[in-house]
């Protein structure tokens, strides 16, 4: 399993040491276009997102924002539908950013959906989302949830350790439903952006060790309860990878435990279930592989080595979060103020920070950002964006090159903050948590509505 034990980060690559900021861009009005929602542009010098100007978006839903465009996420999904083929199929991971509207556009699109709690599991049955389309994951999911989840029926739940098995075994007896479940198997390959490499001894808390036996010992298990349907085998390496040689690796692994299961107990794997964790680009040095690439790799090496080992192709599937929902949006500022340190650099406070987006504070995670509400082409000034949260390291953008004409009431726009940045959103410094916006062909709506202050006072009842 991968060293990157958390979902929104941290990754190689991330951290530019402090006195070797990036250089300036020639352009710093462009709009690179792997970074940017894919309708993205600037109209008289204005950014519009989904065809709508940003000054009128900031000022009909406020600062700060998130504005997600739909048509960006509709497409990103069908790039996975397309590239892993009509046999394979997609579950968008909703720990990404889960909301109803989100779900139904994904599920419009033919893919399936990933919760890892009753919350999410609640949000995906009350956006319609078809119960044999949800995947319950999680290390300690609680008795209610397996509860809801299989009473829901028809998806998989994916079993991460022994009392779970027994847990669940014992809950379904009660419920008179035979779960189909799926194997989290810890493959042992360290994924990191620009490398991997295999490891003895897995030390996070998912899934079951191959190395171990554990996962063929946890595959036996489940095959001796008759209230279990084993389906197949699950495997996630870690996030934002760019490596697609570690899900290679990883699958090769789990077709090898496929081989030994069909060799020992003459049972076939259906389900072959290879995670997300695909990475995108954040700043324009990043490369990330194309899902095409990627689901090329996997696809040929699961039919090979199934033929190989004789054993049938399983049905491929995979759960990419980030790389659905992070593309797609974009967070909208309100400059504040403006501080020359010493001719170090700028520190320009923006009316949001870590309560948004926490990912740079947690993990140095770099980010791109312009100046939204007009053009500009004053001669670039070396800039780090920071919100107004008491902590110095409240950190939104580490580098960047902003005009120095920057003024308070400006908009920043900062890109690709889809995924990991409202749900990991925090109410600190008593900060109402921002809305989400969908914007489609020119109209625009609120799909998570912006947090007041009644909301938060309406929680102290002390
Ligand atoms: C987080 C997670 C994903 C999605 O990861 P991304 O990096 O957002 O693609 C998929 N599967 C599982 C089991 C996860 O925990």
Redesign the pocket.
Known sequence: MSRVAH??GPRHGDVLPADHPPTPPADLNALHPAIWPRGAQRVGGVLTLGGIDVRDLAARFGTPALIMDETDVRSRARDYVDAFGEDAQV?Y?S??FCSRAVLRWVTEEGLGV?V?TGGELAVALSAGVDPALITL?GNNKLPAEIEQAVTAGGGHI?VDSYEEIARLAYLADVLGKRPRVLV?VTTGVEAHTHEFMATAHDDQK?GFSLASGAADEAVRRVLALPGLEFAGL?S?I????FDTGGFEVAARRVLELAGRIHLEHGVHVTEL?L?????IAYVPEDDAPEVKTIAAGLRSIVASQSLALGIPVPRLT???????V?PSTVTLYEVGTIKDVDGIRTYVSVDGGMSDNVRTALYDASYTCVLASRSSTAPPMLSRVVGRHCESGDIVVRHCYLPSDLAPGDLLAVAATG??CRSLASNYNHLPRPGVVAVADGSAREIVRRETMDDLLRLDVG
């Open positions: 979902p929104a579950y991971a720990k990404a990933d890892c994951h994916v989290r998912f699950h996630h870690g996030s934002q990878i279930d995670g997300g964790g695909f990475g995979i759960e990419p979060g980030r790389g659905i992070g995924a990991y």
